[in-house]
């Protein structure tokens, strides 16, 4: 599968974005599709993780509450809506796919598939 991440930008803290992952191939439904940020100076890690029919989402403890994972299997598209944003949340976001979820959606690792990063920057 290959990804496309589209939607970052620049907004104000409290503000929201919309981040897309667009996918191509036949068998999108056969993957869990996740989103991962990286801050500066800091380590690729988890945000969100949706399984492949869209019955189950995960969110890191720091975005619980804020950020929305969902996914439209016909349209093969993921979606991050971050609502309330911070400043903390600066970071290039990346998704990802892969085909098992018996490990935990933390694990960099366990995924596979990357799509290119998108930029999102939250001033104070």
């Known amino acids: 599968v290959q990804l496309q991440a589209s939607g970052g930008g620049s907004v104000q803290a409290g503000g929201s974005l919309r981040l897309s992952c667009a996918a191509s191939g036949r068998t999108f439904s056969s993957y869990v599709m996740g989103w991962f940020r990286q801050r500066p100076g800091k380590e690729r890690e988890f945000v969100a993780a949706v399984t492949y029919s869209g019955g189950q989402m995960d969110y890191a403890n720091s975005v619980k509450g804020r950020f929305t994972i969902s996914r439209d299997n016909a349209k093969k598209l993921t979606t991050l809506q971050m609502n309330s944003l911070k400043p903390e949340d600066t970071a290039v976001y990346y998704c990802?796919?892969?085909?098992?979820?018996?490990?935990?959606?933390?694990?960099?690792?366990?995924?596979?598939?990357w799509g290119q990063g998108t930029q999102v920057t939250v001033s104070s």
């Open positions: 990802a796919a892969r085909s098992d979820y018996y490990s935990p959606p933390s694990s960099v690792s366990a995924w596979p598939y």
